[in-house]
């Protein structure tokens, strides 16, 4: 069983519900799986206590998540496993940039990348397969 941290950032909620929909998988795959906001997280010490840290953003902009990354530095992510997720609208130019961001900053942190970004158009329930396929993988590598 591992101990998962799971932060997203939602606008309007899409991303949000696609954060708990990876939550039931996980948990049913017998992991301990922690859900926080970014608005309500502090990145001090942010991984510390977790074996994976999963990163859940709706766009990269004026959202909490990407706020919480401006101190990324401080969340402990050295030798920690980490992926990342995002909803998103394909008619804009980054579809899902997040995801690119995330893990690219969990790179140079020294973060273990443990899969490949979730990209989800929308609320993603029409992603059920996606949503379900992506969880399997971060149960396998933790």
Known sequence: MAKILEVYGSTTGNTESIAHAIEA?????????TVVNAADAQADGLADGYDAVLFGASCWGDEDIAALFENADKMNLKGKKIAAFASGDRSYPHFCGAVDVVEETGKKLGAEIITDGLRIEGDGSDCEDDIASWADDIAKAV
């Open 25 to 33: 998988k996980l948990q049913a795959a017998g992991n301990d799986v």
